[in-house]
Structures are given as C-alpha cells and as structure tokens.
C-alpha cells in the first residue's frame, strides 16, 4: 500500500521547482493532485506527465476568487481534499534602502496573504470532513534573515507564526498544519538572484551545495502522510546543516 492512497492534494507553484517534484512524488505514493500556477503552460505539462492522476488549476494565490476556484475544481474532479501544500513564492533582492512599497507589498501577499487565503479556503471543506494536512513552505530565512532579503525574511517568518496559529485553531479538528524551512535549493527562484548569491549559498551551506527539490518534496510527503499523524503546529528544516553555523 502507497503512503498517500486514496488522498487527494492541492499544491501551489506545482507547475515547477519544490512545488512540482512534491507533485510528482505525491502522485507516486498514490495522491491524486491538483497543480495550482500561474504559470499555464509548464502546469499543463506538469499535469499531462502525471496522467489522470493530475488536474491542472490556473491559480494567482494573491486572488481570493483563485483559490475558491481551485478549491472547487479539486473536490469537483476528485471527490475531496485532504492535503494542502502553499509552496508559491517570490524572491527577489534588494537592499532595505532600495526597497520600494510596491515590491515589498508583492513579496508580502505573494508569500504571507497566500498562504492565509489558501489556508482559508480549504479550512470549511476540511473541518466539514474533520481531516486534513496543511503543509506551508517557509524557509530558514524565517529564523536566520538575510542581507537584502528584509521583505522575503519578514514574509516567510510570518508563515511560521500562521502556522502554529492555525495549528492550535484547529488541532481538535482533524487537521494538522505544519511548515517547512528549506535551505538553499536550486530551484528557479533562485534565477533572477546575482550568481554571487548561488555562489555564497553553497560556501555557507556545511554540505556544500544546494538542496535538490526532491529533498523538500520528501519532507512535504512525510508531513501529508499518515506517519507525521502526531505532528502539527511544527517546522521542520531541510536544510544541509545552515543551522550549525
């Protein structure tokens, strides 16, 4: 028997990167999953390489009527919903002077607001069945910051605080809610970023070098899995030893 039989997923930024490789080991373990993106194109292959076991959502999480829209296409294909995964995000550097409003309100709704309209949206559906698994993707960030990184530091620590709020709202409900803090992985997010960050990434990283998508995907499938059936409210960080240093 897989891990994840007869559990149905949905998964933001699933088109690529940690999003996509949990999708895939999700199907693997027995999921059916929803790919949420805003990325069209790459989500529908993502989809079509998974088969019937996967369904394709257009989905901005900074948009209310997106996420009630996906919410509604997963339990409409697949019966239900069971796990939830808010790995959508946005980097980018800029030093704290330099920093504008805008891009800071981008940073905040793409990887904070998101991951509260998400967890909103599938909470009634969850609470109704009184079972689910909300996994928020955070990042060691949360906890160690980053030069440069003041407005994705900020947003990813608040994740953490959702979490174990949330957590406690609903522990007697069913539901466990838990958060991830990967290190540095080598995923597109990292592109827009100068190659000198990749670079120092890996010297500060004790493993020397970055994380491989896989390695979050497998953490997630833990977290969804029956196994973590006594976790919630908890981070857990992948993340090749950054927290020795």
């Known amino acids: ?18 999003g ?14 929803a790919i949420g993106d805003v990325l069209g194109e790459r989500g529908r292959e993502t989809a079509g390489a998974l088969g019937d076991a996967a369904l394709y959502v257009h989905l901005d999480v900074t948009r209310e009527d997106d996420w009630t829209a996906a919410v509604a296409a997963a339990v409409g294909r697949f019966g239900k919903l069971d796990i939830l995964v808010n790995n959508a995000g946005v980097m980018t550097e800029v030093p704290l002077l330099a ?3 805008a891009e800071w309100k981008e940073t905040i709704d793409t990887n904070l607001t998101g991951c509260f309209l998400c967890s909103q949206a599938v909470a009634g ?14 990042s060691q960030l949360a906890y160690r910051g980053g030069a440069g990184l003041t407005h994705y530091s900020a947003a990813k620590a608040g994740i953490l605080g959702f979490t174990r709020s949330v957590a406690k709202e609903v522990a007697t409900r069913g539901i466990r809610v838990n958060a991830i803090c990967p290190g540095w992985v080598d995923t597109p997010i990292l592109d827009p970023l100068p190659p000198m960050v990749r670079m120092l990434a890996e010297r500060q990283t004790p493993m020397g070098r970055l994380g491989d998508p896989k390695e979050i995907a497998a953490v997630a499938l833990f977290l969804a899995s029956d196994e973590a059936s006594f976790v919630t409210g908890q981070w857990i960080s992948p993340n090749g030893g950054l927290l020795t240093v």
């Open 20 to 33: 996509g490789e949990t999708a895939r080991l999700m199907v693997e373990a027995g999921a059916t999953v």
């Open 125 to 138: 559906h969850m609470i109704g069945r009184k079972a689910g698994a909300i996994i928020n993707i955070a």
């Open 99 to 101: 920093l504008g409003l």
């Open 1 to 18: 028997m897989n891990r994840l039989d007869g559990k149905v997923a949905l998964i933001s930024g699933a088109a690529r990167g940690i």
